[in-house]
């Protein structure tokens, strides 16, 4: 809390920015050239491209923070900084420490993901009510990031390896997790890799919310395997936090 008093302002603007450069990029610019073509609406299920965009950019956001806050900060609690050391010399349990860690991953996924509901509350294409669900929704895929990393994180000993996270897990699941075009698009040996991922139920549900087009069983779900990922990753936490600490 000490150190989110002197960030969160920092972090809260970026918020705003980003999402905005990204609407503007990508929702306007290449959405008019998109737009322009009659198949492209067809597949869009005859909306826009900008509201088609701009409620998957909740949950990339999450997942791109998420997985950042889950690698070099990890990492640098257990080798760099001893913070996870310093804890663990008191009378805490690991259990607590974990949940202490989500506490503080969900705080710095909520900042992000908040900037960007207030953008998409000035586009028009995108106000509604469902931005709420959808916000909730989206902390929840940076959630399932965050626990799954983090667990991985606490492995290791060098970070060489987080270059690794980016370039072959985020990246991919940014640009093919169904963020910027339907999944429908991709070769049918990648739909299922999609469809077990965490971004793209995360997508699915803040779109879906946003639009007001998702039923209440693909919501539950969509939920429980959100729920899934960020239960297994909290286990592995446990028991990974556990070995690095008391080895």
């Known amino acids: ?13 970026l918020g705003f920015v980003q999402p905005i450069l990204f609407l503007l990029g990508m929702g306007l610019g290449v959405g008019s050239l998109v737009d322009a073509r009659t198949a492209s609406s067809d597949a869009l299920g005859g909306m826009g491209y900008l509201a088609f965009l701009a409620p998957a950019l909740l949950a990339t956001t999450a997942m791109l923070v998420g997985a950042f806050e889950s690698t070099y900060p990890v990492l640098a609690g257990f080798k760099w900084e001893g913070t996870f050391d310093s804890m663990a010399a008191t009378s805490l349990t690991t259990r607590q420490i974990v949940a202490g860690q989500l506490l503080w991953w969900a705080t710095r996924v909520s900042l992000a993901v908040v900037g960007v509901t207030v953008v998409l509350v000035v586009v028009p294409d995108t106000r509604s009510w469902g931005l709420v669900p959808a916000t909730l929704s989206a902390v929840l895929c940076g959630l399932s990031f965050s ?86 990753g909290l286990y592995l936490c446990d028991r990974y936090f556990t070995r690095r600490l008391y080895r």
């Open 1 to 13: 809390m000490t150190l989110l008093k002197r960030i969160w302002k920092t972090n809260l603007t």
């Open 147 to 232: 626990t799954t990393v983090g667990a991985y994180a606490a492995t290791r000993e060098y970070d060489q390896s987080f270059n690794y996270v980016q370039r072959f897990v985020v990246t991919p699941l940014f640009l093919f997790g169904g963020a910027f075009y339907p999944i429908e698009a991709l070769p049918g040996i990648l739909k299922p890799i999609a469809w077990v991922t965490p971004l793209w139920h995360g997508v699915e549900l803040t779109r879906g919310f946003v639009l007001e087009t998702i039923g209440f069983f693909a919501v539950l779900g969509h939920l429980a395997v959100l729920f899934a990922y960020i239960t297994l």
